[in-house]
């Protein structure tokens, strides 16, 4: 019996014990700043709020009860990953190698992630098969599922080892510790100030650099760059004035649904060639339903991506009123 599949009570006992806020030195609540607060004070605030988002996961992301739970540890650790770049130094040495680590956590998150959008996609998709072909495919979720066991036992492991535990106080240090940041000098530079401008130059200049049939793996990047524009728009929109707040609230919008357009794209090509290299290890009717399976997702992709360049337009739209006057600028 594994862990997944002991009672509730049973499955808590056995569960160690998760770090607290209060253990890793951070307050009651995170810090809320206002428009005028140093542009740090809302790198801190954000971090922060990721750090307790990542904690407060951590227990249902070991029992695995709710995918939900990994799912949303893995969204505070991609926030924290971007906060962290966008700090341009803001918060010290250290939030390098933080991040560094955070990549390292993020990769066994990912995995276990991934199998688990593709098993639910799977469920649903052989759900709507004729009932001829029911067994078939639920033997082609049951090979996913024990292969997402085995990442999920090793992502368990993980968060059970000393690194683990010291990325989360080395993280928590860059919220804490005032000796931390750069000097106020150098924090009141322009230059050392998070802007929008340059998570969107990437995303445009990734999307000038396209040809006209794109690898899917450009597009992938793109999403990721979309990403980090989002994120940054939403750090910037906790600083911004009440008009200003407004039209980024528009570009995040049109960042999601880049985000959702490019994800569909990037889960139909996943899916398609998990298909395909299952088909060696499958009896001939689960091959069968892999097959149908695959000209599904394919079918997806080339509907992603006759959606794409639409949505990128009004990403490009929405960013124009933002760019060149970010919220957390000095003045």
């Not at 992301?61 to 130094?89: N, Y």
């Not at 995303?203 to 979309?226: C, E, S």
């Not at 960013?319 to 600028?329: E, G, I, V, Y």
Request: charged letters at 30%.
């Amino acid at each position: 019996m594994t862990a997944e599949t002991l009672p509730a009570k049973k499955r808590a006992r056995r569960l160690p014990k998760t770090t607290t806020p209060a253990e890793l030195g951070l307050g009651d609540h995170p810090a809320q700043p206002g428009p005028g607060d140093p542009p740090v004070d809302h790198l801190r605030a954000q971090l922060d709020t990721q750090i307790r988002e990542l904690i407060a996961r951590e227990p249902g992301t070991r029992s695995g009860a709710d995918p939900e739970d990994l799912h949303q540890m893995r969204v505070a650790l991609r926030r924290m990953r971007s906060t962290l770049k966008l700090s341009g130094g803001l918060l010290g040495p250290e939030a390098e190698t933080v991040r560094a680590e955070l990549g390292w956590l993020g990769q066994s998150l990912g995995e276990v992630r991934d199998y688990d959008v593709l098993i639910e996609h799977l469920r649903e998709v052989v759900a709507e098969f004729e009932a001829r072909d029911q067994l078939a495919g639920r033997e082609l979720v049951s090979k996913f599922v024990a292969e997402r066991g085995v990442a999920k036992r090793k992502l368990t492991r993980l968060l059970g080892t000393p690194r683990y535990a010291a990325l989360l106080v080395s993280a928590a240090r860059l919220v804490t510790d005032p000796s931390s940041p750069v000097a106020v000098s150098d924090v009141e530079s322009p230059r050392a100030v998070i802007s929008l401008d340059k998570p969107y130059r990437k995303l445009a200049k990734a999307v000038g650099k396209l040809p006209l049939d794109p690898p899917d793996d450009d597009l992938h990047a793109l999403r990721i760059h979309g990403k980090r524009l989002r994120y940054a728009a939403e750090l910037a929109q906790s600083a911004a004035k009440k008009k200003q707040a407004a039209k980024i609230k528009k570009l995040i919008s049109a960042t999601k649904d880049l985000q959702t357009v490019l994800g569909d794209h990037q889960d139909a090509v996943v899916a398609a060639d998990r298909m395909r290299a299952a088909l060696d290890t499958l009896t001939p009717q689960a091959a069968f339903i892999a097959g149908r399976i695959a000209e599904r997702e394919l079918t997806r992709r080339t509907q992603a991506r006759a959606a794409w360049p639409a949505v990128w337009a009004q990403v490009d739209t929405a960013a124009a009123p933002t760019l060149t006057a970010s919220p957390l600028t000095p003045g």
